[in-house]
């Protein structure tokens, strides 16, 4: 593919996928804060895996996915109405547990006691 098509078409996937998912009626999607984390998308654009995540854990996420699952011809449908693209990927979703993840290793960061480097403090004492 010419130039940096299939990173265009992956980030466009991966925005308009936000947006359905929002739009989504499935008590198992609505009930949690579903998030995309990463799509990819084969050379070809045949086939597209989208790994969702929630705040809520990893269980949350597989249950979110079995939805997802359930609504795949939906979205895929939506996104060939979005995107005007000639064909559009079979879409596979995958639940990954990265938002929680993160969201442990801030707590752990914020719960650090690190005193500030001595250059910092030079600092502080000039602008006074």
């Known amino acids: 593919m010419p130039g940096n098509r ?41 086939y597209c895996t989208a790994y969702v995540s929630t705040v809520e854990g990893l269980e949350r996420s597989k249950e979110a996915v079995k939805g997802l699952k359930s609504a795949a011809g939906y979205i895929r449908r939506e996104l060939g109405h979005r995107l005007k693209l000639r064909h559009v990927p079979e879409l596979t979703f995958k639940a990954t547990d990265s938002i929680e993840y993160g969201a442990n290793i801030s707590k752990k960061l914020a719960g650090l006691d690190i005193p500030p480097a001595p250059e910092e403090e030079d600092r502080e004492d000039a602008d006074l």
């Open 6 to 46: 299939l990173g265009r078409v992956t980030e466009d996937i991966s925005r308009e996928l936000s947006a359905i998912l929002r739009e989504l009626k499935d008590p198992r999607i609505t009930g949690c804060l579903l998030s995309v984390v990463r799509v990819e998308v084969t050379n070809d654009l045949s």
